[in-house]
T-cell receptor, first 114, second 112 residues
Framework: NAGVTQTPKFRVLKTGQSMTLLCAQD?????MYWYRQDPGMGLRLIHY???????AKGEVPDGYNVSRLKKQNFLLGLESAAPSQTSVYFC?????????????FGQGTRLTVV | SQKIEQNSEALNIQEGKTATLTCNYT??????LQWYRQDPGRGPVFLLL?????KEKRKERLKVTFDTTLKQSLFHITASQPADSATYLC???????????FGKGTRLSVIA
């Protein structure tokens, strides 16, 4: 009964380094999302996907790339990390359809860029 | 784009009282609105969903109202307990029904 799993939970990067955050869900959800959460800013959408092979930009996409090669996985990449990308990153998923459905969140990845 | 305002950043109440949190939105009226709870160091957890044609929704000690005229939702926790202390987020679908846009949250502290 894993739900949404994020890897890693914590990471420290040096400015300019790259990394990939992995999100995996076992609920067969079509929609997946990456949010970042900063103090005083709330949750902001970075990128999202409405199905395997699709991605779309959210509110704050600059500096990030994503891929959804498999339905259950949604990867978030930072090509050249900057201190402004220090944040807590949350992945979420929800089921298909225009019917309102809840979003399930992972436990978060705390990223520090020094 | 949709803008969401939650009435206050922090709210302190005495145990046993009713906590009332407010969520106001601008622009278009969504088909539904959701409330989530977030504990420190954890991801948000879904609590309740209310649709535009529903005035009120209840779940145990929780009650949510949705006023599309006022563009406002109220979230009530009755007989509050210290275990209810957390940050509560309201969320609406962006235009086209997905994905969710979140408010900044209200941090509730229930004092024994």
């Amino acid at each position: 009964n894993a739900g949404v799993t994020q890897t890693p939970k914590f990471r420290v990067l040096k400015t300019g380094q790259s990394m990939t955050l992995l999100c995996a869900q076992d609920m067969n959800h079509e929609y997946m999302y990456w949010y970042r959460q900063d103090p005083g800013m709330g949750l902001r959408l970075i990128h999202y996907s409405v199905g395997e092979g699709t991605t779309a930009k959210g509110e704050v996409p600059d500096g990030y790339n994503v891929s959804r090669l498999k339905k259950q996985n949604f990867l978030l990449g930072l090509e050249s990390a900057a201190p402004s990308q220090t944040s807590v990153y949350f992945c979420a998923s929800s089921s298909l359809g225009r019917a309102a459905t809840e979003a399930f969140f992972g436990q978060g990845t705390r990223l520090t860029v020094v | 784009s949709q803008k969401i305002e939650q009435n206050s950043e922090a709210l302190n109440i005495q145990e046993g009282k009713t906590a009332t949190l407010t969520c106001n939105y601008t622009n278009y009226s969504p088909a539904y609105l959701q409330w989530y709870r977030q504990d420190p160091g954890r991801g948000p957890v879904f609590l309740l969903l209310i649709r535009e044609n529903e005035k009120e929704k209840r779940k145990e000690r929780l009650k949510v109202t949705f006023d599309t005229t006022l563009k406002q939702s109220l979230f009530h926790i009755t007989a509050s307990q210290p275990a209810d202390s957390a940050t509560y987020l309201c969320a609406l679908p962006s235009l086209g029904n997905t994905p969710l846009v979140f408010g900044k949250g209200t941090r509730l502290s229930v004092i024994a």
